[in-house]
């Protein structure tokens, strides 16, 4: 039978409470980010380089040319709550493989760009790009035309 003692003086309460608070913080920041590594690995095809560069190249792998600068860029917050127009919207995502649950409550970047090679020459189309970090998260292609207008994947060519 061993026999074993632990003599606790204040500096080794301070030591263990400094690696557990060191435990502590690295959770918040270690889990949330395993988190956004599984969200990657299922949409590895939709990694880019954040620059405008990318996001052309991207944009272009996907059959599309558009303008040399984005129409419109902005900052947004994905709701922690979809209403009907944000789960419908979710549907067309999930059908190019992408799932805008996962990015719910996040401040993500959206970019819009003016279609230049769309079949129907008559129609104004832009392309969107929601973009957190160096992935594409969700997109589409949409015409607001009143009397043709639509929305739709951006992998419809």
């Given at each position: 039978?061993?026999?074993?003692?632990?003599?606790l003086?204040?500096?080794?309460?301070?030591?263990?409470?400094?690696?557990?608070?060191?435990?502590?913080?690295?959770?918040?920041?270690?889990?949330?980010?395993?988190?956004?590594?599984?969200?990657?690995?299922?949409?590895?095809?939709?990694?880019?380089?954040?620059?405008?560069?990318?996001?052309?190249?991207?944009?272009?792998?996907?059959?599309?040319?558009?303008?040399?600068?984005?129409?419109?860029?902005?900052?947004?917050?994905?709701?922690?709550?979809?209403?009907k127009?944000?789960?419908?919207?979710?549907?067309l995502?999930?059908?190019?493989?992408?799932?805008?649950?996962?990015?719910?409550?996040?401040?993500?970047?959206?970019?819009?760009?003016?279609?230049?090679?769309?079949?129907?020459?008559?129609?104004?189309?832009?392309?969107?790009?929601?973009?957190?970090?160096?992935?594409?998260?969700?997109?589409?292609?949409?015409?607001?035309?009143?009397?043709?207008?639509?929305?739709?994947?951006?992998?419809?060519?």
């Amino acid at each position: 039978m061993y026999i074993f003692t632990i003599t606790l003086t204040k500096a080794k309460i301070s030591a263990l409470t400094a690696v557990f608070l060191f435990i502590i913080m690295a959770s918040i920041y270690v889990i949330p980010t395993f988190w956004d590594l599984r969200a990657v690995s299922t949409t590895e095809k939709y990694l880019i380089k954040n620059t405008e560069r990318g996001r052309q190249d991207f944009i272009n792998s996907l059959g599309w040319i558009v303008e040399k600068k984005p129409f419109l860029a902005e900052k947004m917050n994905i709701p922690t709550e979809f209403d009907k127009i944000y789960s419908d919207y979710n549907q067309l995502q999930k059908s190019q493989g992408l799932d805008l649950e996962t990015y719910k409550g996040r401040k993500i970047e959206k970019y819009t760009y003016k279609v230049t090679n769309y079949p129907d020459k008559s129609l104004v189309v832009y392309i969107n790009i929601f973009v957190l970090g160096n992935r594409v998260i969700a997109g589409d292609i949409n015409s607001p035309n009143l009397e043709n207008g639509f929305i739709t994947n951006f992998l419809n060519i």
